[in-house]
């Protein structure tokens, strides 16, 4: 019998097979042979397979037989057993991957027979003598249902496979960690465990290693580990995004995962600097990563933010664009809501704090302005940066962006406080108002 494998794509690209029959097999079972044969005669016509049963223990031994039996048509009366007893028999603790729903044919609908039907959870019932044309209405909603049951229980078979295989990739990096806690204390051989490290990470930079020098620069006394490690740290700037996010991952994920996952939030977030911006639960929903390796990165951000404040709070701030639009997107670009922050300078454009002024909705923030010249003058600042996100993505000012620049900028004056900038922060870049003209 010909049948389609039906395949659902999930999270990790890994397709879940659900196997259903290319034409629905109905099993009608009665010990009057008129009306089996009748009722075969009809649903066949109509694009059904049928199986005829002409007792209820032949039904039986046929279902055994054929899991890809999805709806049972019984007769309520039969000398050897009775539709209801034979539906409560077939339905009774049957999993889910293999479901059929069962549709009683009675000479004499009443409410008893109603009530025994919803009991055993019959699909339905059709009281004789019946319209052919019911009985396939029936029988193609009862077969619809029976095969959205086993995909569902498939697809939720292949979500308990895949934490049962998460829990044991869990365990095997703790086995792994414990391994190498337990050989820190004393010098690792070339040709030890270890050394399958350093081919991991010779893995990850095969892109990159065209400069081959750094590597022969490297202190003699290092590893092999080491050296591959120093080789990245040397030649950071020379990587690609996604080799580098490959070496990243490396610490949390086998070789082989890194560089998928690498290769999948280079596709979704479309850039090195929105994987490290975006939130921990967007990167695990839409990339697929564990919570482990969410944090990971996250932690990296918050590393390169921490960077950029401190070099921001050494330098001149006005003075490198780059260095202080790289901050301010690390810090922002990922938000959800509007933030609006402020940027105090001292009077050689040196950051002396860096305040979330207010914290709103996705597309509105309150700013209150006394407030913030309150702060300035408490820090003896002499210029501001205001700096507020677009959860939208969009960094392009809105009428109301530019009037709040305005009639800050208005009152910081009559304090001789200059308003150096306004700078807005989305997905897709950042918007300079002084750069504008606004300011």
Known sequence: MARRRIEKLDDDGVGTQVIAPERPRILVVDDEKAIVDLVTFGLSQHGFEVVPAYSPMQAWTLIKADASICVVLTDLRMPEQSGISLASDLLWNRQETVAIEVVVMTGGATADVAIDAVRVRAFDFIKKPFRMGDVIDIVRRAAASAVQRRRRAAEAEALRDRL??????RQALAARLSRLTEQGHHEPSPHSADSGIARTLAAAL?????????????????????RYAFV????????????LLEFLLTLVANPDEARRLAERLMVTFEGYAEVLAAPIAELTRRAGLTREQAVCIKAVNASAVRLLRTRMQEGLVLQDWDQLSAYVYASLASERVENFRVLYLDNRNRLLADDLQARGTTDFVAVHTRELIKRALELHATKLILVHNHPSGDARPSRQDIALTKEISRACAIVDIEVGDHLIVGRNGITSLRSGGYL
């Not at 040397?234 to 080799?243: C, E, G, I, M, V």
């Open 164 to 169: 049962k295989i998460s829990e044991q990739e």
């Open 206 to 226: 095969h892109d990159s290693m065209a400069h081959d020098n750094l590597a022969k620069d490297a202190p003699a006394t290092l590893d092999a580990t080491s």
């Open 232 to 243: 990245v740290a040397q030649a950071a700037d020379q990587l690609d995004d996604r080799t």
